[in-house]
């Protein structure tokens, strides 16, 4: 059977599949790519994969494909489209060509993007594959633009070059089309710095405007790298890695790839040339590179049985997406502490963040993680206005269960075994050898490395939608657990920055619009619900003074907790009076502090975590 379709193999031995691929029309925003076939079916069908491995979301990527032709010895061939995302040529007897154009603006980590200014593409949203020949090896060539405009693009990728000219331009090879699609390609006229970890060659290289020292951020990017191979045990999984940044205004987001990773990050956040600090901006990218990075072994190659191999048709259902992001989570964090990228303090307003994320999130008591991983393809990929009162990420709360595992298990064996040896081991048992892991093999291999009885926290952590007893474990490792009152919409937590009193809310998630302030999600059981309020409904005024952003706050600070007040919303054109009981902010912001009063035990368990 096919690995990526499901479909039966040719039973010929396998011949080369080719590509070209062209930059068609940079205005239009459209690729242009061949598969060849020297000995195509009588009636060759092809499809194209709905999703890319690491986005759990049916993207339905034929849907840019706007034109497809075939060929055969210079003669025009039939071509049918008899699914969503397949076609059928008609009968051949000779080689055959299919020629497919491909729109592409998705300026995300996910899709192709074309413009004047750069090209990217991922695999999956670009390459038709003919049924059955999964297998096959595969050439890519890839064409230099005819354009001057872009006489000094170039080529980034992790894929094998075969013949390429010194930009870059020419024939690469993959060893079947999951290899093929498992690496994207940046083309434009990027920046790019080298470096070496664990005896691997790195490079990062950076598309958009920035001003930064590259040469400070590849020295941090390489001790995060070798920190990481480190932890995995050498040799790392792949003979180079490619970083492949695009810095933008606001933006933030990565996809993990078996020897690379696409990153999407705010320019801002990259240190300015001459600056030795160390913001919060910068540890934020710090982290997206650690998180993508640390899934070359944790998801990439340790993954679930469900994607053993990947069915790029359909849903690939599994319970375990907290165990490969809530894990990479906790470990993107707890790499940059043992780095010594962050201190302590700076590693702890980090996990500080993560609890804010997750005890804002009135959804942990109605969703498990177990159910949010299984759930994933239809909940946390489209989330709409009621998601926080219904969900929970599998992402925040994973890490944090992460977290509280790593803590049991140190504070029951001692530090003998903690998270690292259930990692590695997993890594070594499954990822290295090529097998999947079982819905119920993490646990059960926590439980034999661990020795102690865990069966309880997993039921709890894993399958129960209870909050994790986070403030004891912390205790036990010198560690203070705090909450307080969010002090405004950017308030993201991990420090104790607070005022004397909770500030008053509406208890909803707002954002500016056009006439006034639209309510994103209205929290369950609080005034705003109670007082008949909807998501999309546009508050214009409080007791008939009209409000915005910036003067709701002090609108709101004239009362007092209990108090009633009259809002003024439109739900839709028809206008509203409504009338809210106000009541504080709740205490579900998050920071932690070293507890300087920890006794001995506590100190030392805390030393053997954060080295600290």
Known sequence: MCENCGRPRRSEDTTLIRYRLRLADLDRHLFEVECSLDDPESLQHLWMPSWIPGS???????????????????????????????????????????????????????????????????????????????????????????????????????????????????????????????????????????????????RFVVAGRFDSDLGRVATDLARLSETQIEFFGRPAPFDEYLFLGLAVGDGYGGLEHRASSSLIFNRDDLPKPGDPGVSRGYIRFLGLASHEYFHSWHVKRTKPAAFSPYRLDRRNHTRLLWIFEGITSYYQELMLRRSELVGAKGYLQRVGEQLSRVYRTPGRFRQSISAASFDAWDVLYKPDANSPNASVSYYTKGALTALALDLTLRRSTDASVTLDEVVRELWQRYGARGIGVPENGFEALAIEIGGVELEGFFERAVRGNEDLALAELLADFGVTLRFRAAIGSDDRGGNAASPAEAPLTLGASIRPAADGLELVTVFDGGPAQRGGLHPGDVVIAVNHLRVNDRTLKARLARFDAGERIGVTAFRGDELLELAVDLERAPADTCYLELDPEADAAALVRRRAWLGE
């Open 56 to 202: 759990y979301l049916l993207r339905e990527f034929a849907r840019h494909v706007v034109g497809i032709d075939a060929t055969s010895r210079g003669r025009a061939v039939a071509v049918e489209k008899v699914g969503s995302s397949r076609w059928r040529c008609a009968e051949v007897a000779g080689d055959l060509t299919i020629t497919a154009t491909i729109y592409g603006l998705d300026e995300s980590v996910r899709g192709n993007y074309l413009d004047r200014r750069r090209a990217f593409f991922n695999g999956p949203a670009m390459f038709l594959l003919p049924d059955g020949r999964g297998d096959d090896p595969v050439e890519l060539v890839l064409e230099p633009p005819d354009d001057r405009a872009c006489a000094q693009w170039r080529v980034a990728t992790a894929m094998s070059p075969v013949d390429v000219d010194e930009r870059g331009f020419g024939v690469y090879t993959a060893r079947n089309y999951d290899e093929l699609i498992d690496h994207p390609v940046e083309i434009g006229d990027f920046a790019s710095v080298s470096f070496e970890a664990g005896g691997v060659r790195h």
